[in-house]
């Protein structure tokens, strides 16, 4: 018990600042929800069970309009395709995990794999549990957040015109982190190029899978040539 006590401790300084980002997005969330007629335990169920902030705003269109199961497959693989790259990354990382290892795999969002990437446990720290309450503490923090809000919105009358840019800042505040955290900027470059190339061939309506294609193309290549290099 004092090895998960140690990790918990270790864990909760590097959480603290998702805390508040998550509390907040959350409660934009959950007030969106709301509005549509979603009370606070469909919003408790959707993050606890979901638990994919950006896909979550995204999928309150699709709560809301003509059933389309196809359209909102898609929408979701495109919106977190990202979690591809993610995942690879964390291959060594969650290697030695044992029975941890689906949780961290489910709960691994863009700022767990943040803090992850960027922080190493103490020295007297086990690492599994490290990993593991940090990624439980992130999921907890939304799932408050999102049912705090859900909980406002039904005892509040609130004005909602403009609360889904919450989701465009999401992107904003996780890509300046990314940036500031890694030393390597060539992928986030490739990003942006790509994505703005896409969005003037193929116009605002059709860009986001052709970005991510073209996305997924540039860095594989990329990567192939970084390999080449190495072994030379």
């Not at 999928?59 to 309009?65: D, K, Q, R």
């Not at 503490?137 to 015109?161: C, D």
């Not at 505040?173 to 061939?201: D, M, R, T, Y």
């Not at 996305?215 to 290099?229: A, D, G, Q």
Request: hydrophobic share 50%; net charge positive.
């Amino acid at each position: 018990m004092s090895e998960k006590i140690k990790a918990i401790k270790a864990a909760v300084p590097h959480t603290l600042p998702v805390f508040t980002g998550f509390t907040f997005l959350g409660i934009a969330y959950g007030i969106l929800m709301n509005s549509k007629g979603y009370g606070a335990g469909w919003t408790f169920l959707f993050s606890f069970m979901a638990f994919a902030g950006s896909s979550q705003y995204v999928a309150i269109t699709f709560l809301t309009s003509v059933f389309n199961p196809i359209n909102a497959l898609l929408m979701t693989l495109i919106v977190n395709a990202r979690h591809i790259f993610y995942g690879i990354s964390m291959l060594d990382k969650y290697r030695d995990t044992g029975k941890l290892k689906p949780y961290l795999i489910f709960g691994l969002c863009d700022e767990t794999f943040s803090i992850v990437c960027s922080t190493k446990p103490p020295k007297d720290v086990d690492q599994k549990w490290f990993l593991f309450f940090i990624t439980l503490l992130n999921h907890s923090y939304w799932v408050f957040g999102s049912t705090l809000g859900g909980l406002l919105g039904s005892m509040i009358s609130f004005n909602t015109k403009g609360l889904d840019f919450a989701l465009t800042a999401l992107f904003i505040v996780i890509f300046v982190e990314q940036w500031k955290n890694q030393k390597n900027h060539k992928p986030a470059i490739i990003g942006v190029l790509c994505s703005v190339f896409c969005l003037v061939v193929f116009g605002q309506n059709n860009f986001i899978i052709p970005s991510m294609i073209a996305i997924l193309i540039v860095l594989t290549i990329s990567r192939k040539e970084r390999l080449k290099e190495s072994i030379q």
